[in-house]
């Protein structure tokens, strides 16, 4: 069965633009979760989405977004690039049924901003 | 604010010896609670989960749950130095049912030392 894809895997914006990652969960997978990695901040939970409906979101502002389709493939959109922005985003997927359900993580989107 | 913490490292052990990782959390409803293996470079990967007070072994892995002292712990028995990573203990404080919001430690280095 295939793993996780995150697409592009490298992503260097300038300030001030606009980026979209996509990700692919695992077949049968119903909920797809986005982190965001940094060396000062670690692993930081953005949100999670079920059926095509946000169901967790974590702290981060509004220009933060994202958005499932109906195949459970997920969108996750910055807006207004910052510098901070820069960091390893993270795509995880699971069943989203019951709490056995494990979730697992894709290789990530490198993204920088300069 | 729900929070994880983990002693950062690193932790060097020799090849062959027991590594032994802690956690302490302090949202005391959550209700599951993880150990991710993460590469210099690559994304997390699954070790393994715990839901239950008690113990839960899984061939050289051991992960242990006190929820009245709000701690988890995961050994490593006879450490290869390809166990050399680091280990991010997460919480799981999602609402619902297979549910996913996984609060994360910033992470203990570990070095299995040939």
């Known amino acids: 069965k295939a793993g996780v894809t995150q697409t592009p895997r490298y992503l260097i914006k300038t300030r001030g633009q606009q980026v979209t990652l996509s990700c692919s969960p695992i077949?049968?997978?119903?909920?797809v979760s986005w982190y965001q990695q940094t060396p000062g901040q670690g692993l930081q939970f953005l949100f999670e989405?079920?059926?095509?409906?946000?169901?967790n979101k974590g702290n981060f502002p509004g220009r933060f977004s994202g958005r499932q389709f109906s195949n459970s493939r997920s969108e996750m959109n910055v807006s207004t690039l910052e510098l901070g922005d820069s960091a390893l985003y993270l795509c995880?997927?699971?069943?989203?049924?019951?709490?056995?359900?494990?979730?697992?993580f894709g290789p990530g989107t490198r993204l920088t901003v300069l | 604010q729900k929070e994880v913490e983990q002693n950062s490292g690193p932790l060097s052990v020799p090849e062959g010896a027991i590594a032994s990782l802690n956690c302490t959390y302090s949202?005391?409803?959550?209700?599951?609670f993880f150990w991710y293996r993460q590469y210099s470079g690559k994304s997390p990967e699954l070790i393994m989960f715990?839901?239950?007070?008690g113990d839960k072994e899984d061939g050289r892995f051991t992960a242990q749950l006190n929820k009245a002292s709000q701690y988890v712990s995961l050994l490593i028995r006879d450490s290869q130095p390809s166990d050399s990573a680091t280990y991010l203990c997460?919480?799981?404080?999602?609402?619902?049912?297979?549910?996913?919001?996984?609060?994360f430690g910033k992470g203990t280095k570990l070095s299995v030392i040939p």
């Open positions: 949202d005391r409803g959550s209700q599951s």
């Open positions: 077949s049968g997978h119903r909920s």
């Open positions: 715990i839901y239950s007070n």
């Open positions: 995880a997927s699971s069943l989203g049924l019951a709490r056995t359900d494990t979730q697992y």
């Open positions: 989405y079920f059926s095509e409906t946000q169901r």
């Open positions: 997460a919480v799981n404080t999602g609402s619902g049912a297979g549910s996913y919001q996984l609060t």
